[in-house]
């Protein structure tokens, strides 16, 4: 994933356009924005889901229309190109966009001129483009639902992005990314953190949701904890309803030993960091002496094993 994060990097310093491909959920909008920041924090960032437009309005959103240029159009609407000024224009499954519209789309970002619907003028807008989809680009060209010359003019620098199972050593930092989003929505209430357990239970998922569905993971387990810390039990629960395809690897008959062998393996580790000491043990551990001391007895000596 680091060659991914210096590859968005380099992209993000240069003025060309930027394609983003990968599966759903892997984090396309994420790196979308990631360029955005590094280019330039204070620029217009003007984001257009186009599968989520019906083809009908796509083009008004685009280039804006006059009032009266079609039934509905009752006053004049100015389109997110011209709001991208100056800026990025991110345009989200770009896969989704009608071959007619592709071709506006090219014209406007090669002159930088363009004609809202119902318009006599010819505007200008000047932006740089960062678009995602997951779908195979080559392939809708090849069915004549993409065209060549577009692609052309997007994809010469391309981001692919892995999913959420080829970089699983990712993921404790983008959990806590993930924690400090939370907090930072909920009024800085809320974890800080995940036990070396619920990190064990993520990791034995296989995210066919990836990133995305990380996210929701860890923000629903965030929104049950009252303390600082999200525990292993909390993490289960949420993973068996969400993650079927996880269930025999972390269903309830070996939850109880998984989170065992986690404990141990832990605790074992602090007390020999520690050199015995308890005190200094439960510090590492970040949990109190008489809580060490529980989990210790419930381990049945575990650790010294």
Known sequence: ?????????????????????????????????????????????????????????IESELFGHERGAFTGAIRRRTGIIAQANGG??????????????????????????????????????????IAATNRDVD????????????????????????????????????AEEFLRQFRGGNGGAGPTRLTAGALHILRSADWPGNVRQLRNVIEAAASTVSGEVIEEEHIAEIV?????????????????????????????????QAGGDWRKAAALLRISRATLYRKLKVLNGAPGR
């Open 139 to 174: 392939q809708l060209v090849a069915r004549e639902r993409f065209r060549l010359d577009l692609l052309h003019r997007l994809g010469a620098a391309r981001v692919v992005m892995p999913m959420l199972s080829e970089h699983l050593e990712d993921l404790p930092a983008l």
């Open 1 to 57: 994933m680091r060659q991914v994060f210096e590859r968005i990097e380099r992209f993000a310093r240069s003025p060309v356009p930027v394609l983003i491909l990968g599966e759903t959920g892997t984090g396309k909008d994420m790196a979308a924005r990631a360029i955005g920041q590094i280019a330039g924090p204070h620029r217009p960032f003007v984001a257009l889901n186009c599968a989520a437009i019906p083809e009908t309005l």
């Open 88 to 129: 990025i224009l991110f345009l989200d499954e770009i896969g989704e966009l009608p071959v007619h519209t592709q071709a506006k789309l090219l014209r406007v970002i090669e002159t930088g001129e363009y004609r809202p619907i119902g318009g006599e003028r010819v505007l200008h807008s000047r932006f740089r483009v």
């Open 240 to 272: 068996q309803m969400n993650l079927p395809q996880a269930r025999e690897r972390v269903a309830p008959a070996s939850l109880a030993e998984t989170l065992r062998q986690t404990e141990a393996m832990a605790i074992r580790h602090a007390l020999q």
